[in-house]
């Protein structure tokens, strides 16, 4: 089992940037394929980024690509999601997961087992 909380959300100005954290528990994260997702009002939930448990391999959605920067520090439990030139079509919340121990890193929601509570993140014009 793991359990996921983020933090770090909060409301920037478009171009600004923020730095989203996801503290885990239990005892298998560091085993554990990680993800970033998001959900804005009246839209499904997209997938953001994902790491592999040994960094050995990242993934990004194209609309990211190149302004977020997603890593892990084991030793801490923690992933993280570095977010910068933000625009206000990235207003949602965010959310992350982690995958069953030993699974491969995906960017499909329906393949992690668990999820944080998610953190507001809003992007003004």
């Known amino acids: 089992q793991v359990q996921l909380v983020e933090s770090g959300g909060g409301l920037v100005q478009a171009g600004g940037s923020l730095r989203l954290s996801c503290a885990a528990s239990g005892d298998t994260f560091s085993s554990s394929a990680m993800g970033w997702f998001r959900q804005a009002p009246g839209k499904e939930r997209e997938f953001v980024a994902a790491i592999e448990r040994s960094i050995s391999k990242i993934y990004y959605a194209d609309s990211v690509k190149g302004r977020f920067t997603i890593s892990r520090d084991n030793a801490k439990n923690t992933g993280y999601l570095q977010m910068n030139s933000l625009k206000p079509e990235d207003t949602a919340v965010y959310y992350c997961?982690?995958?069953?121990?030993?699974?491969?890193?995906?960017?499909?929601?329906?393949?992690?087992?668990?999820w944080g509570q998610g953190t507001q993140v809003t992007v003004s014009s």
């Open positions: 997961a982690a995958q069953r121990k030993y699974y491969s890193v995906s960017p499909h929601s329906d393949e992690y087992a668990y």
